[in-house]
């Protein structure tokens, strides 16, 4: 089965600064999808990347997806408040319209 | 155009009680997924509806838990008995049925059982 790893587990920045948050595969993906998550709450989706090489941005948040397609980055730039929560990969099952997901990664974004 | 609509928002119950969530997905979408998600963990899928139909409920465990999409709109999660390690939030998502559609996810309800 799909496995996704997502690095790191947790990430504490200054206000202002950039980060990058990881996804990593263990099989190539055909679609794969950028969540964000405030505590106990929804998913609000983010961004889908489906072919190589692929880059979204929206705002100041930047998705990537490798050549390969077994990892994908999301990049956050100057940072905000407004930015803190969970931040959720989810790779598409070929063929099964299903998601499965990496375990999150919580930011937390110190004024 | 409303998101999907899910209810209750929480509840707290005693283990070996029963408990029942109820989700409205986005109008028009034809496709819907009760996933549970643990705290810390990714959420993952329980059961999967195309209209009233189940794709997929290989991981519902159904000695405990089932569910209805009657009418190919609203559905309905149930868990009889409740058991400790079912304390998770319970989210509901839907999509117009295409394989590579964006699932909108509702807001979620959490279930504590003591």
């Known amino acids: 089965s799909q496995e996704l790893e997502q690095s790191p587990q947790s990430l504490i920045v200054q206000e202002g600064k950039n980060l990058t948050i990881n996804c990593t595969s263990s099989?190539?993906?055909?679609?794969l999808y950028w969540y964000k998550q405030k505590y106990g709450e929804g998913l609000i989706f983010l961004m889908m990347l489906q072919k190589g090489g692929e880059e979204k941005s929206h705002e100041k948040i930047t998705a990537k997806l490798d050549e390969k397609k077994q990892q994908s980055s999301l990049h956050i730039t100057a940072s905000q408040p407004s930015h803190a929560g969970i931040y959720l990969c989810g790779a598409l099952k070929w063929g099964a319209q299903k998601l499965v997901f990496g375990q999150g990664t919580r930011l937390t974004i110190n004024p | 155009e409303a998101g999907v609509a899910q209810s209750p928002r929480y509840k707290i119950i005693e283990k070996r009680q029963s408990v029942a969530f109820w989700c409205n997905p986005i109008s028009g979408h034809a496709t819907l997924y009760w996933y549970q998600q643990i705290l810390g963990q990714g959420p993952k899928l329980l059961i999967q509806f195309q209209n009233n139909g189940v794709v997929d409920d290989s991981q519902l465990p159904k000695d405990r838990f089932s569910a209805e999409r009657l009418k190919g709109v609203d559905s309905t999660l149930k868990i009889q008995p409740a058991k400790l390690e079912d304390s998770a939030v319970y989210l509901c998502?839907?999509?117009?049925?295409?394989?590579?559609?964006?699932?909108?996810f509702g807001p979620g309800t959490r279930l504590t059982v003591l």
């Open positions: 998502a839907s999509t117009r049925g295409s394989a590579t559609d964006t699932q909108y």
């Open positions: 099989k190539t993906l055909y679609g």
